[in-house]
């Protein structure tokens, strides 16, 4: 127990998985000195992040006349930041871009990077909790009634008709795994990336139910301000397609990009080194996609949709300026 939640502290707060059919533009080369660029990464330096490192190493960025400063911090400080004018871009979910928007925050979602939401329901197998309705009248773990775990879990529910007061849903906060392996609960809400990942790790079998299995809810991208993106355009479609390329090459050779965020994060090998290769895999797996970066219009509709009706905002928001693919190569 005490290995497993060693290794579970360290992976805790991940944001919170076949190569795409085509590799991203190459960001097209800016001709001005570069420019220094913010970015709220929405968490501590962290395997999770490969893909900017990658980008940085292999001189996407610099290509693309930027120099990129990291703010690592909370997701809520990129919505506050970005809404702002005090930051540049942040990686936020779909849901949190939208909430925002419905408070008047001018934020635009301009690339996708999670192409599944990656909150799960996961069980050990005993329990033999295999779909939805296998929670009703289960104790499950939430780390919280609020955040992309909690959006997550209402989605689930809101598309298979899954009444709230048919499960014991319970505040655990980011207790999960002690809670499962206690056996305080039956099961647990969390990142795809990470608990479960934890569990598997300590050699636990389990039973995951994919929230995206059975909601088009919008993933966690690239977002920045209609300022930037209506002034600076050709700034945010050159850091857009560096990126992408960052995310490409780190689907395509997980491995030198394990080895790459290392040497920007030693913290990232040594004894964590199993659980970083386990987590950046489990990562890949979500950022697969036929078009690196493109969110579906009609996911972005179905997200907003559902947002309203399940009661997370209560105004209506525009949706051809919350999210946009003209900066999709």
Same mark, same amino acid.
Not at 83 to 100: E, M, P
Not at 201 to 212: C, E, F, P, R, T
């Given at each position: 127990?005490?290995?497993?939640? @060693?290794? /579970?502290?360290?992976?805790?707060?991940?944001?919170?998985?076949?190569?795409?059919?085509? /590799?991203?533009?190459?960001?097209?080369?800016?001709?001005?000195?570069?420019?220094?660029? /913010?970015?709220?990464?929405?968490?501590?330096?962290?395997?999770?992040?490969?893909?900017?490192?990658?980008?940085?190493?292999?001189?996407?960025?610099?290509?693309?006349?930027?120099?990129? =400063?990291?703010?690592?911090?909370?997701?809520?400080?990129?919505?506050? #930041?970005?809404?702002?004018?005090?930051?540049?871009?942040?990686?936020?979910?779909?849901?949190?871009?939208?909430?925002?928007?419905?408070?008047?925050?001018?934020?635009?979602?301009?690339?996708?990077?999670?192409?599944?939401?990656?909150?799960?329901?996961?069980?050990?197998?005993? =329990?033999?909790?295999?779909?939805?309705?296998? #929670?009703?009248?289960?104790?499950?773990?939430?780390?919280?009634?609020?955040?992309?775990?909690?959006?997550?879990? @209402?989605?689930?529910?809101? %598309?298979?008709?899954? =009444? %709230?007061?048919?499960?014991?849903?319970?505040?655990?906060?980011?207790?999960?795994?002690?809670?499962?392996?206690?056996?305080?609960?039956?099961?647990?809400?969390?990142?795809?990336?990470?608990?479960?990942?934890?569990?598997? #790790?300590?050699?636990?079998?389990?039973?995951? &139910?994919?929230?995206?299995?059975?909601?088009?809810?919008?993933? &966690?991208?690239?977002?920045?301000?209609?300022?930037?993106?209506?002034?600076?355009?050709?700034?945010?479609? +050159?850091?857009?397609?560096?990126?992408?390329?960052?995310?490409?090459?780190? &689907?395509?050779?997980?491995?030198?990009?394990?080895?790459?965020?290392?040497?920007?994060?030693?913290?990232?090998?040594?004894?964590?080194? /199993?659980?970083? =290769?386990?987590?950046?895999?489990?990562?890949?797996?979500?950022? +697969?996609?036929? @078009?690196?970066?493109?969110?579906?219009?009609?996911?972005?509709?179905?997200?907003?949709?559902?947002?309203?009706?399940?009661?997370? &905002?209560?105004?209506?928001?525009?949706?051809?300026?919350?999210?946009?693919?003209?900066?999709?190569?």
């Amino acid at each position: 127990m005490k290995d497993l939640m @060693r290794v /579970s502290i360290a992976l805790l707060g991940l944001f919170a998985s076949a190569c795409a059919a085509s /590799s991203p533009a190459a960001p097209v080369k800016s001709a001005e000195a570069p420019v220094e660029v /913010s970015i709220v990464m929405g968490y501590i330096p962290h395997v999770q992040f490969a893909p900017w490192y990658v980008a940085e190493k292999k001189g996407y960025l610099a290509a693309a006349g930027v120099k990129m =400063k990291y703010n690592y911090g909370f997701e809520v400080d990129g919505i506050k #930041l970005v809404g702002a004018g005090q930051a540049d871009f942040a990686l936020l979910g779909g849901d949190q871009v939208i909430q925002a928007r419905a408070q008047n925050a001018p934020l635009v979602y301009v690339a996708n990077w999670y192409n599944a939401f990656p909150i799960a329901i996961f069980s050990l197998k005993e =329990k033999n909790i295999k779909t939805p309705n296998d #929670l009703i009248g289960k104790r499950v773990g939430l780390p919280g009634f609020f955040g992309a775990t909690y959006t997550g879990w @209402r989605a689930l529910l809101f %598309e298979t008709g899954i =009444k %709230e007061e048919q499960i014991k849903a319970q505040d655990v906060g980011f207790n999960q795994i002690a809670a499962l392996t206690q056996g305080t609960i039956d099961a647990a809400a969390g990142y795809s990336n990470n608990e479960p990942v934890v569990l598997k #790790l300590a050699g636990k079998d389990l039973n995951v &139910i994919q929230v995206s299995d059975y909601s088009k809810l919008v993933g &966690i991208g690239l977002v920045t301000n209609e300022k930037t993106a209506n002034d600076k355009s050709q700034l945010v479609q +050159r850091v857009v397609a560096a990126f992408l390329r960052g995310v490409q090459d780190t &689907i395509t050779n997980p491995d030198e990009a394990l080895n790459i965020t290392i040497a920007a994060l030693p913290e990232a090998g040594g004894e964590n080194l /199993s659980s970083s =290769k386990a987590v950046l895999n489990a990562s890949v797996a979500l950022w +697969r996609s036929p @078009r690196l970066g493109y969110v579906d219009p009609a996911d972005w509709a179905a997200s907003v949709k559902f947002m309203k009706e399940a009661g997370f &905002i209560k105004a209506d928001i525009d949706l051809n300026k919350s999210s946009t693919n003209k900066f999709v190569p």
